[in-house]
């Protein structure tokens, strides 16, 4: 294990769509891998890892719901994107100390990052928006004592730093045993209203591909949810674990 004392720390760019976990890893491979660095690279290689997600059927417009599926994806990854290997390694967790343990093991370590589900930051905020719980994913890249720095994937860099205790990670985790409608996420993020929203948003960030992929695939789930072509419910397998992430040697 190859300890240091500064580590390189994991750069924002910006997140578009539901595709945290997806933007996860693209900051990630950015930070391991400097000629993928800078905002317009970034958003070419998201484009590339979402197509690669959709095209092979590990999510269906850009999330994930089991951390044995991202894992998959990460494998995939390194198959069609020429010069990144990396290794994905899922680590569970029995509860708040151990959780900390495991932290302070892989974190100390240079190149090794995590990737890690939990309830978002505004989960309150979420489930009355929604009436469900959504997971979200974040990036942990350090950790002093008890607090946990990185990156928390979003659209806005002022709200991308994130600074918390690993106490609270662990809450944030284990509340992720529910089950995840589409039709009442459809119903709530891309009604015809919000949708308008979002096509504006892509009309006027033309050269960030992953939007166009992002709207073709919402609009081909949406067909399938109304035929029953697809499973409606969907059961979160994400509680008491996370991903590290290294370079291959």
């Known amino acids: 294990m190859n300890i240091i004392n500064e580590k390189k720390r994991v750069n924002h760019i910006k997140q578009y769509g539901p595709t945290c976990g997806i933007y996860c890893l693209t900051m990630i491979i950015q930070t391991l891998y400097p000629i993928f660095e800078?905002?317009?690279?970034?958003?070419?290689?998201?484009?590339?890892?979402?197509?690669?997600?959709?095209?092979?059927?590990?999510?269906?417009?850009?999330?994930?719901?089991?951390?044995?599926?991202?894992?998959?994806?990460?494998?995939?990854?390194?198959?069609?994107?020429?010069?990144?290997?990396?290794?994905?390694?899922?680590?569970?967790?029995?509860?708040?100390?151990?959780?900390?343990?495991?932290?302070?093991?892989?974190?100390?370590?240079?190149?090794?990052?995590?990737?890690y589900p939990a309830l978002s930051l505004k989960h309150r905020r979420a489930y009355l928006k929604q009436l469900q719980h959504i997971a979200h994913w974040y990036i942990l890249d350090n950790i002093e004592g008890n607090i946990v720095t990185g990156i928390n994937s979003c659209y806005l860099k002022t709200h991308s730093k994130l600074k918390i205790t690993s106490n609270y990670l662990y809450k944030l985790n284990k509340k992720l045993n529910y089950i995840f409608d589409w039709k009442k996420y459809y119903s709530k993020n891309w009604n015809p209203f919000n949708f308008t929203k979002f096509r504006r948003k892509k009309a006027k960030n033309k050269t960030v591909t992953i939007l166009n992929n992002i709207d073709s695939a919402v609009i081909k789930q949406k067909k399938l949810l109304k035929t029953n072509r697809i499973e409606q419910m969907i059961k979160y397998d994400l509680s008491y674990k996370m991903i590290v992430i290294r370079k291959q040697d």
Not at 38 to 53: F, N, P, T, V, Y
Not at 69 to 82: D, L
């Open 38 to 115: 800078g905002e317009r690279k970034g958003q070419e290689l998201a484009a590339k890892l979402h197509s690669i997600a959709l095209k092979n059927e590990f999510s269906k417009i850009g999330e994930f719901f089991q951390v044995s599926n991202f894992t998959n994806f990460i494998s995939q990854v390194n198959k069609e994107i020429h010069n990144v290997s990396l290794k994905a390694e899922i680590i569970s967790f029995e509860n708040q100390k151990d959780l900390q343990t495991q932290l302070k093991l892989h974190l100390k370590e240079s190149n090794s990052y995590i990737i």
